[in-house]
């Protein structure tokens, strides 16, 4: 595209002159700008697209799920599980009491592990052929379906152990295990080299390195990393169904004795043909999202608190 | 200002360093140097690999206590390498070697008891980009002294306040030491980082093009903060300004490129190490003088 043009004449006293025009600066017309809009068109209902189904899921389950638990608010969710299907009405006490536990001792156990894996992986292990078996098989673990994950446990745990919330959080430790890894490698890689350099200048250690600088620079990120674990694990069913049974009563000893949580009870309930049990599974279902909600925000506020300052 | 540097410099004239240009073979011992000053670094045939890659050949440098010695030279011939082997920085590169003998005061720092960790508590750095913690100034400076165990309040109140005193950035930023350090313009970050390098207290204090990312006025402020420490640590620094080596340095090393025949790659050498004002007024090699010049480089 020409800047300036020049335009050759012939002046007066036969001398060929040129003199320069100034270009024209206004939008032009073509097929570039039309394909332009275009793509911006279709990003745009393509994210419309992408929105909808989580639009709709959130209010078909307000919608179905409101009455069940707002009527006479806090009964809902402290109220023990009614033992006949066809009773309409709360609670589900026991589910919320249950979810709350087991998906709290399995955070409590991938969690470690799972940032010192990727500790290991990015800082200490590299390049070795030890490192890359490990990354591979935590790649492969993402791909296990949560009911084989659940069969493993039942086999190699509640056979021997019985029933327990320990299993279940066993069997979901285990899937949220090498989310966490890989997520929390990728956060490590991002931590630029040069502030791990200004700390080993300093004659810090390299596990000290990690612990105060390296880690601390990756939080925001190592928090979305197992959010978005607990997300998973919250929301799983088929694993528990062979490591807690289910019960319809409290049970707060997660080392003993079948539990239950939401996602085991949305299981049972929907498939009744009762209105009172299908009235209960919908309660489940928002109360479930609600929490899954709380502890995206929890997550987030701790990672504003505690994030390296910016 | 320049008074000091100009007395050491012409004293030492009548010593022109020769046994530290290229030798053509190598030395056994370090050739003695003037009891003034004592030595803190003794490079002997110091060569630097990258895997089978030669980056620097046989060095051979002596660095005195409570001097500022610099090294000069074009681009990819070696300087920070050898500045990065004085602390052990090289050992984080993989695949980096170094043969040959780097003396510390006499002990030899990659002997195999000699651990890298504790070579850096004395031998501090000060990179060319800034790289100050995502933390508040405060918990910059006192990131030192905590590994060390210093764990009372008053005590690392004390020295924070000490170092960024020491580093001309006090005045600055005492009212906002809880603030993150990254709210700070380029040259302070970098006088921060001088102060988290100085609150270890170190003898050295190892510069790495420490100006290169500043602008004119505080790339000035560092020198004057150079020529301020000096009695207190032994300062080397890297620089591609000539300028700035002949205005702060007391002693200039000039490294060159030369060309491998055996593998046509570029390897580093040192050419010549002598007072700053020998070298810029009557340099021994020609290559100094060439680049000293502006004729390449």
Redesign the interface.
């Known amino acids: 595209m020409a800047v300036t043009t020049r335009i050759s004449g012939i002046g007066g006293g036969g001398q060929p002159t040129t003199r320069t025009v100034a270009p024209d600066l206004r939008a032009q017309k073509s097929w570039r700008r039309t394909k332009s809009g275009i793509m911006q068109w279709l990003m745009g209902a393509s994210i419309v697209v992408a929105l909808l189904p989580v639009i709709f899921v959130v209010i078909t389950v307000i919608g179905k799920g409101a009455s069940s638990v707002f009527t006479g608010f806090p009964k809902f969710l402290t109220a023990a599980i009614p033992n006949q299907e066809r009773k309409i009405g709360p609670g589900m006490g026991p589910a919320v009491v249950g979810t709350l536990l087991i998906t709290a001792l399995a955070t409590a156990i991938a969690v470690p592990l799972g940032i010192l894996g990727a500790v290991y992986l990015h800082e200490y292990g590299?390049r070795s052929p030890f490192a890359k078996v490990v990354r591979f098989l935590s790649n492969v673990m993402t791909g296990v379906p949560s009911i084989v994950m659940g069969l493993f446990i039942y086999v190699i745990f509640t056979l021997n152990f019985g029933y327990s919330g320990l299993g279940g959080a066993l069997a979901l430790a285990f899937l949220m295990l090498p989310i966490i890894i890989r997520s929390v490698e990728v956060m490590l890689k991002l931590v630029?080299t040069?502030?791990r350099?200004?700390?080993?200048?300093?004659?810090?250690?390299k596990s000290?390195t990690v612990l105060?600088?390296v880690l601390?620079?990756a939080l925001p990120g190592v928090i979305s990393g197992c959010l978005l674990a607990v997300a998973r694990a919250a929301g799983e069913t088929a694993p528990l169904l062979f490591t807690i049974f289910t019960v319809n009563q409290t049970n707060r000893n997660v080392f003993s004795g079948a539990n239950t949580t939401l996602s085991r009870q949305i299981f049972s309930n929907a498939l009744s043909s009762l209105s009172g049990a299908q009235g209960r599974a919908w309660g489940a279902a928002l109360t479930l999202l609600a929490i899954a909600f709380l502890f995206t925000i929890i997550a987030r506020i701790a990672s504003a608190r505690f994030s390296?300052?910016? | 200002m320049t008074t000091e540097c100009d007395q050491k410099a012409s004293m030492s004239d009548q010593e022109s360093i020769t046994n530290f240009t290229v030798p053509a073979v190598a030395e056994e011992t370090v050739a003695p140097l003037s009891d003034r000053g004592e030595t803190v670094f003794a490079l002997e045939d110091v060569s630097v690999f990258y895997s089978a890659f030669k980056a620097v050949r046989e060095v051979n440098i002596g660095v005195r206590a409570n001097e500022i010695t610099a090294f000069i030279g074009p681009s990819g011939c070696g300087k920070s390498t050898v500045l990065r082997c004085l602390?052990r920085?090289n050992d984080?590169i993989?695949g980096a070697r170094v043969e040959g003998k780097v003396y510390f005061y006499g002990t030899d720092l990659y002997g195999s008891d000699v651990s890298a960790?504790?070579?850096?508590?004395?031998i501090?750095?000060v990179?060319q980009?800034p790289?100050?913690?995502?933390?508040?100034i405060y918990d910059n400076v006192a990131?030192?002294p905590r590994?060390?165990g210093v764990k009372k309040k008053d005590e690392l109140d004390h020295l924070v306040e000490k170092s960024l005193k020491g580093a001309a950035l006090w005045d600055e930023v005492k009212d906002r030491l809880k603030?993150?350090?990254?709210g700070m313009s380029g040259g302070q970050q970098q006088r921060l980082?001088i102060a988290?390098?100085i609150a270890?207290e170190p003898s050295v204090i190892l510069m790495d093009e420490p100006c290169s990312a500043l602008d004119p006025i505080a790339t000035a402020r560092i020198e004057d903060l150079m020529r301020e420490i000096k009695s207190r640590f032994t300062i080397v620094i890297v620089t591609h300004n000539m300028q700035q080596a002949a205005r702060v340095s007391d002693r200039t090393a000039f490294f060159t490129t030369e060309i491998n025949p055996a593998s046509d790659r570029r390897t580093g050498v040192l050419v010549e190490y002598a007072p700053t004002k020998q070298i810029f007024s009557h340099p021994s090699d020609i290559r100094t003088e060439q680049y000293v010049t502006g004729r390449f480089g």
């Open positions: 590299g630029p040069s502030l350099e200004a700390s080993y200048a300093l004659g810090t250690s000290r105060t600088v601390p620079s390296a300052k910016r | 602390n920085m984080l993989p960790t504790e070579v850096r508590r004395h501090g750095m990179f980009k790289n100050p913690f995502p933390k508040s990131f030192g590994v060390n603030t993150s350090a990254l980082c988290r390098a270890v």
